[in-house]
C-alpha cells in the first residue's frame, strides 16, 4: 500500500482526487526545487529520482559520497544485522541518534570526528540530561560497530563529559540491559526484570511483592511517599517469573501468602542488604562496574538498581510523547510509578480510572532486550 511506503530521502507524496503523485521536493535558502516522480514501484523511478537529485545536488545519490564517510557509515549500520536486530523502541532511539549524526556530520568522513566535536553535540542537549545521554550511547554504540569496519581508529565518544541527573539515576543503555538479563545470574535477573517491568523501587519489588499484595494479575502497592495504594498491572514476563518462584515454594512446603515472592539463590526472601550485596557483585562479574567506584572511567555510565525504574519511566515517556492526546501524556508515567502529588492524588481519587490507565500502560513497554528462555519454566518435580 502507497500509504506504507518508507518513502527516500526528499522523496514527497501527494494525493489529489483519489490519485496518488510524487515529486522530489528540496528546499534550500528558501527556495523550492520540485520534480515529478513516477510511483516508486515503477522501473521508471530509480533513474527519474537519480536525474532529479543529480540535478539538484549535482551527484547521483552514492556517487559522490566517500566510502568512509559518515553517510555511508549510517547507510551500512541501518543495513546491518546489529541494526535489524534492535528491539522495536531501541530502533526508534538508534534512528534519532543516526538522523542527529547525519544532520551535524553529515558531510563529514568518519576519522574526522573527535571527542571535541561529539562533546559540543552532547552539550547541545545538555539541557535534557536523560536525552542527551541515551543519544549519546547511541551514537557510541555506532562508532564502536563501525570501527572494525574501517571507519575510525577510535570511538570518538570516549570520556565525553556527561551531565550527570542528581544521584546519577541514568536509564540503562540497550547494551548494559542486554549484557545483564542475558549472562546475569537467574535470582538477579528475575528481580531486575520485575523492576523494569514494574517501575518500582528496589525495596518494593524485594520486599513487598507478595501474593497477599495481588488480585487478578495486579499488585496493590502502597507508596511510601504518598501512602496510596498504586495499582500495578503485572507485565506477563513478571507473571511468569512468579509462577516459577510459586512453583519453588510449592515443592518446598511453604505456604505464606504474605511472604516475598522472589527469592535468592538458596530459596529464601531476600534481606534488603543480602540483595544489595548481592547485586554489587553481580554488576562486577559481569564487567558492568568496577570494584571501586573511584576506578569509574570520566563520564562512564554508572549502572544502579533505580536505574532500571527510569529506563521504565524513559520507554512510556518516549512513547506517549508522540502521541500525549492519546496516551495520556506525562501524567500516565506518573501514575505507573506512584509519583502523586497532594492535588494528583485527588485528582486521580478513583481507583478505577487509574486501574484502567496503567493497564493500558503494559502496552506501551517494548520487550526489554531478549527475555531468558528460562522464564516461565516450573520445575515441581
Not at 254 to 262: A, C, E, Q, T
Amino acid at each position: 500500500m502507497a500509504a506504507e511506503l518508507r518513502l527516500e530521502k526528499y522523496v514527497q507524496r501527494k494525493v489529489r482526487a483519489g490519485r496518488e503523485f510524487f515529486y522530489f521536493r528540496v528546499v534550500r535558502n528558501g527556495k523550492e526545487e520540485r520534480a515529478p516522480l513516477p510511483h516508486p514501484f515503477s522501473a521508471e523511478y530509480r533513474a527519474a529520482y537519480d536525474d532529479a537529485h543529480r540535478k539538484v545536488f549535482g551527484a547521483a545519490p552514492g556517487e559522490a559520497e566517500s566510502p568512509t564517510g559518515i553517510a555511508a557509515m549510517i547507510r551500512q549500520h541501518r543495513d546491518s544485522e546489529r541494526y535489524k536486530t534492535l528491539p522495536r523502541q531501541s530502533k526508534a532511539m538508534r534512528d534519532l541518534a543516526l538522523a542527529l549524526m547525519e544532520a551535524r556530520w553529515g558531510s563529514f568522513e568518519a576519522g574526522a570526528i573527535r571527542p571535541i566535536h561529539v562533546q559540543a553535540l552532547y552539550d547541545s542537549l545538555a539541557d535534557r540530561p536523560a536525552t542527551a545521554n541515551r543519544r549519546l550511547d547511541d551514537i557510541s554504540a555506532v562508532f564502536a560497530w563501525s570501527k572494525p569496519r574501517g571507519f575510525v581508529d577510535a570511538n570518538p565518544c570516549s570520556g565525553i563529559d556527561r551531565v550527570q541527573s542528581e544521584g546519577a539515576y541514568e536509564p540503562w543503555p540497550e547494551d548494559a540491559l542486554q549484557t545483564l538479563i542475558g549472562k546475569g545470574k537467574r535470582e538477579i535477573v528475575k528481580v531486575a526484570l520485575v523492576a523494569i517491568y514494574t517501575g518500582q523501587r528496589r525495596g518494593d519489588v524485594v520486599l513487598r511483592l507478595s501474593d497477599s499484595r495481588i488480585d487478578g494479575g495486579t499488585w496493590y502497592l502502597q507508596q511510601g511517599k504518598t501512602r496510596n495504594a498504586t495499582p500495578i498491572p503485572l507485565h506477563p514476563v513478571v507473571l511468569s517469573i512468579l509462577d516459577m518462584e510459586r512453583a519453588g515454594r510449592r515443592k518446598a512446603g511453604v505456604v505464606d501468602p504474605r511472604r516475598p515472592l522472589l527469592t535468592n539463590s538458596r530459596g529464601r526472601p531476600w534481606t534488603s542488604s543480602g540483595f544489595g550485596a548481592s547485586w554489587r557483585t553481580e554488576l562486577i562479574r559481569l564487567k558492568l562496574r568496577p570494584d571501586r567506584k573511584d576506578k569509574y572511567e570520566e563520564g562512564a555510565f554508572a549502572p544502579t538498581f533505580h536505574g532500571l525504574r527510569h529506563t521504565n519511566a524513559t520507554q512510556i515517556a518516549n512513547a506517549v510523547a508522540r502521541n500525549p492526546e492519546v496516551f495520556g501524556g506525562i501524567q500516565r508515567v506518573k501514575s505507573m510509578l506512584g509519583h502523586l502529588s497532594e492535588k494528583m492524588a485527588k485528582h486521580y481519587a478513583r481507583r478505577a480510572e487509574v486501574e484502567h490507565m496503567n493497564a493500558e500502560t503494559l502496552l506501551l513497554i517494548p520487550e526489554i532486550g531478549s527475555t531468558p528462555a528460562w522464564i516461565g519454566e516450573q520445575d515441581e518435580a
